[in-house]
């Protein structure tokens, strides 16, 4: 194994590494200390950004072939294998640098934002777990690994939004926010099983599997599918608002910087799929310009910061998509790359920018010029009242999401509960509340009390 290869490894599993021992620990009954949590942070990705950025300059300084580390089949059956392959060329090696940096930055403002917080250590560990599965999809040498890593990054973002779990809503809108996450992602395990069932691989590492014609379109679709909702692009924009329940530095990281990007990192990888398929390519540049509408609309309309700031984020991510489509493979990258940086000092700055704007509007005596007015010189009159209903509702998609994934996968998930107590024998009612069954008693509010 080479320096490159083991510096490579050594950037990917070391949030990995760090992130089980923490649990081993935790496990073992050691709450480790605030201080002791922020210090291991800050030295591993300080170490991480030395790396990646070693990296970087090999590949992309001294144009050094791509660093691929093979690990062998996870396991094998007949023609299908599930290689363990990590690919480090321009492309990941630019998304490994953005990771380690912003997820360095987001733990040292969180070792002060979520000072003396009961769930600051549980905070850390999903931090240390997203970032694993964040570089870990970055990384991936095959469609096979990338869907390990974008199950990591799905489930600690459902988590982060339950966060503050003693309240009921952001246990709900994380359940939510989770069934929609598991519906999109039957198009990415779906677009891997058509590679590895046309071109008896998933790997890129070597080039990308050739398809074409209707499974070029097809699989991008279906890639398309996983990647909008991932990104909350159209029509599955209506869980971006319920996961601003989560602390503002894992907003700032999911939905400002790194997991809103993954579903457009998604299709860069697949540009030969689309350009092989018109359709597809097509498919993204109208699903792009759709959100950007959608989300330049709903912002404008938000009552709050962060919802605002998520929806101008879901307005440049479509503008992305729509890049992808046309190709513009580059001008991409350096667009997530820009923005990603940006929407994160934004939303860490969202209470000051708050502050600030009050002291300069009570300063000016209340008469500050109010923007976006050349918008409503633009539209019509008589469409501006529906459109401002268009976009208090944000767009209806949340409905649409209720009527169309929740509510049947919901009721799906309750008829495979009752399946599975068939021939058990049945259970003895709950008690009702206050009342004592052995050393328990249910309280008033649910919660049980010894």
Not at 251 to 270: C, D, E, N
Not at 310 to 320: H, N, R, T
Not at 322 to 341: C, M, N, P, Q, T
Request: glycine share 10%.
């Amino acid at each position: 194994m080479t320096d490159q290869q083991a510096m490579l490894l050594f950037v990917v599993f070391g949030p990995g590494v760090v992130f089980f021992g923490l649990a081993l620990l935790w496990l073992l009954g050691w709450n480790a200390p605030e201080r002791f949590l922020s210090r291991v942070t800050a030295v591993v990705y300080a170490l991480e950004t030395a790396a990646v950025a070693w990296l970087l300059w090999l590949v992309a300084g001294r144009g050094e072939p791509a660093v691929v580390v093979a690990l062998g089949d996870w396991f094998a059956v007949h023609d299908y294998q599930f290689p363990l392959v990590l690919l480090g060329d321009a492309l990941s090696l630019s998304f490994l640098t953005l990771t380690v940096v912003l997820v360095g930055v987001i733990g040292q403002f969180s070792s002060t934002y979520l000072h003396r917080d009961p769930g600051f250590g549980r905070f850390f560990l999903l931090l240390h777990l997203f970032a694993f599965g964040a570089l870990l999809i970055f990384s991936a040498g095959s469609f096979d690994l990338i869907i390990g890593g974008w199950e990591l990054v799905g489930i600690t973002s459902v988590l982060l939004i339950s966060f503050f779990h003693f309240r009921a809503g952001p246990v709900e809108n994380a359940w939510r926010v989770f069934v929609v996450y598991r519906a999109c992602d039957l198009g990415l395990i779906t677009a891997a099983f058509l590679l590895h069932h046309v071109g008896h691989v998933s790997t890129f590492a070597g080039g990308m599997p050739h398809v074409e014609g209707g499974t070029a379109t097809l699989v991008g679709l279906l890639l398309l599918l996983s990647a909008a909702g991932k990104s909350a692009q159209a029509p599955f924009s209506g869980w971006l608002p319920r996961a601003m329940e989560g602390p503002t530095p894992s907003s700032a990281i999911f939905y400002g910087a790194i997991s809103v990007h993954a579903g457009a990192y998604l299709l860069l990888r697949a540009q030969p799929i689309l350009l092989a398929s018109p359709w597809a390519g097509a498919a993204v540049m109208v699903t792009g310009a759709l959100t950007a509408v959608l989300g330049t609309l709903a912002g404008r309309a938000c009552p709050d910061a962060k919802t605002a700031l998520a929806y101008a984020s879901l307005a440049q991510v479509g503008v992305i998509f729509v890049e992808i489509g046309a190709g513009l493979h580059w001008f991409a990258v350096l667009h997530i790359l820009g923005h990603a940086a940006v929407r994160t000092l934004q939303f860490l700055r969202a209470p000051s920018t708050l502050r600030d704007f009050h002291q300069m509007h009570a300063a000016a005596g209340g008469q500050v010029t109010p923007t976006g007015k050349h918008l409503e010189r633009v539209v019509p009159t008589r469409w501006q009242l529906w459109l401002y209903r268009c976009a208090i509702d944000r767009g209806h998609l949340d409905t649409v999401l209720e009527w169309m994934i929740v509510r049947p996968l919901c009721g799906l998930s309750v008829l495979l509960a009752r399946f599975d107590q068939v021939g058990l024998p049945a259970r003895a009612p709950a008690p009702a509340p206050g009342v004592v069954r052995g050393n328990e008693a249910i309280g008033k509010q649910g919660v049980l009390h010894g």
